[in-house]
């Protein structure tokens, strides 16, 4: 049955609001257990002649849940009653809530708001275009700065090499770049795992653009974790990039511990990441968390 929650008595400026927002299509939002609804103020009804072509205000709200267990799958909301907005009239509001049985699982509860038919999906390109070109900016600054740094560097130790008396410069005037040419090309410590960043580092450029260019030219975002599983896949396709970046600058080191390079690059970056998972999966479990990633889909990622 209905169940009243309140009453408005019209006065001018009320009716005047409503007037408004109605005939401007005035819509609001609800959610209900982290899910949306949509619903219309109400009315304008030009063409119900039992309202005089007036607007109309719904009164009532009739909520549809769905259930699969004790959890909340889908929900909807229906406008009902329309009033006729009136001076001194008053609009008594109700709602009440029909529970529908349903075989959906919890993890499928937000598949309809991915329905290109249900919720209409917009790349937002001047968003994208407004934080690329800001990238630019900001790594073009800092290049600026370093070559402007560099510049007067090289200025300098050309004035000195041309003085006639290098010996007797001051070694406390040796600033910038030059306090660290000792150590350019000298052998660094954790050189292997440095290879395995780097490779790993372009590895992950390569996924971040190839994934972003998929979600471009197709729907990848509509399917429910089609972007995570294809960001998977191509960081696995293009393991070879990682290890073709380590191996190439670990070469020009001419060290020997190449076969530890290798297995860094291979397994340092996936066995973090796969360290990281299982621990809190295993405490998601344990909490009977529903952020638990159950063991079959882990051993299959």
Same mark, same amino acid.
């Given at each position: 049955?209905?169940? @009243?929650?309140?009453?408005?008595?019209?006065?001018?400026?009320?009716?005047?609001?409503?007037?408004?927002?109605?005939?401007?299509?005035?819509?609001?939002?609800?959610?209900?257990?982290? *899910?949306?609804?949509?619903?219309?103020?109400?009315?304008?009804?030009?063409? /119900?002649?039992?309202?005089?072509?007036?607007?109309?205000?719904?009164?009532?709200?009739?909520?549809?849940?769905?259930? $699969?267990?004790?959890?909340?799958?889908?929900?909807?909301?229906?406008?009902?009653? !329309?009033?006729?907005?009136?001076? +001194?009239?008053?609009?008594?509001?109700?709602?009440?809530?029909?529970?529908?049985?349903?075989? @959906?699982?919890?993890?499928?509860?937000?598949?309809?708001?991915?329905?290109?038919?249900?919720?209409? $999906?917009?790349? $937002?390109?001047?968003?994208?275009?407004?934080?690329?070109?800001?990238?630019?900016?900001?790594?073009? %600054?800092?290049? %600026?700065?370093?070559?402007?740094? %560099?510049? /007067?560097?090289?200025?300098?130790?050309?004035?000195?090499?041309?003085?006639?008396? !290098?010996? +007797?410069?001051? !070694?406390?005037?040796?600033?910038?770049?030059?306090?660290?040419?000792?150590?350019?090309?000298?052998? !660094? $410590?954790?050189?292997?795992?440095?290879?395995?960043?780097?490779?790993? +580092?372009?590895?992950?450029?390569?996924?971040?653009?190839?994934?972003?260019?998929? =979600?471009?030219?197709?729907? *990848?975002?509509?399917?429910?974790?089609?972007?995570?599983?294809?960001?998977?896949?191509?960081?696995?396709?293009?393991?070879?990039?990682?290890?073709?970046? =380590? +191996?190439?600058?670990?070469?020009? =080191?001419?060290?020997?511990?190449?076969?530890?390079?290798?297995?860094?690059?291979?397994?340092?970056?996936?066995?973090?990441?796969?360290?990281?998972?299982?621990? %809190?999966?295993?405490?998601?479990?344990?909490?009977?968390?529903?952020?638990?990633?159950?063991?079959?889909?882990?051993?299959?990622?």
């Amino acid at each position: 049955g209905k169940t @009243k929650v309140c009453s408005k008595t019209l006065d001018k400026r009320a009716v005047a609001v409503f007037n408004a927002a109605v005939k401007n299509n005035y819509w609001y939002n609800m959610v209900l257990d982290e *899910l949306p609804m949509w619903a219309m103020v109400g009315d304008k009804a030009e063409h /119900n002649s039992t309202s005089g072509g007036g607007p109309l205000v719904y009164t009532h709200k009739h909520f549809s849940i769905a259930y $699969h267990g004790d959890r909340v799958i889908e929900v909807n909301i229906t406008s009902e009653d !329309p009033s006729k907005l009136n001076e +001194g009239g008053v609009l008594d509001f109700s709602y009440s809530v029909t529970w529908v049985p349903t075989t @959906k699982h919890f993890a499928q509860r937000f598949l309809r708001y991915l329905d290109q038919d249900f919720f209409e $999906h917009q790349i $937002h390109w001047f968003s994208i275009f407004n934080s690329f070109m800001m990238v630019i900016f900001l790594v073009g %600054l800092v290049a %600026l700065i370093l070559l402007r740094t %560099l510049k /007067n560097d090289y200025q300098r130790y050309a004035r000195a090499l041309d003085d006639e008396d !290098p010996v +007797g410069a001051d !070694p406390g005037d040796e600033t910038g770049w030059k306090q660290v040419q000792g150590d350019v090309f000298r052998f !660094p $410590h954790y050189y292997p795992f440095f290879c395995a960043l780097i490779g790993t +580092g372009v590895q992950l450029i390569v996924m971040v653009y190839f994934t972003t260019l998929l =979600s471009i030219i197709g729907t *990848l975002y509509v399917g429910r974790g089609a972007v995570s599983s294809t960001a998977v896949i191509v960081f696995a396709l293009s393991s070879f990039v990682s290890g073709y970046t =380590s +191996g190439s600058h670990y070469v020009q =080191s001419k060290g020997s511990a190449w076969i530890k390079t290798m297995l860094l690059s291979a397994v340092g970056f996936s066995g973090f990441c796969v360290a990281v998972v299982l621990s %809190l999966n295993s405490i998601a479990i344990a909490y009977s968390s529903l952020a638990a990633i159950p063991f079959g889909t882990m051993v299959i990622v």
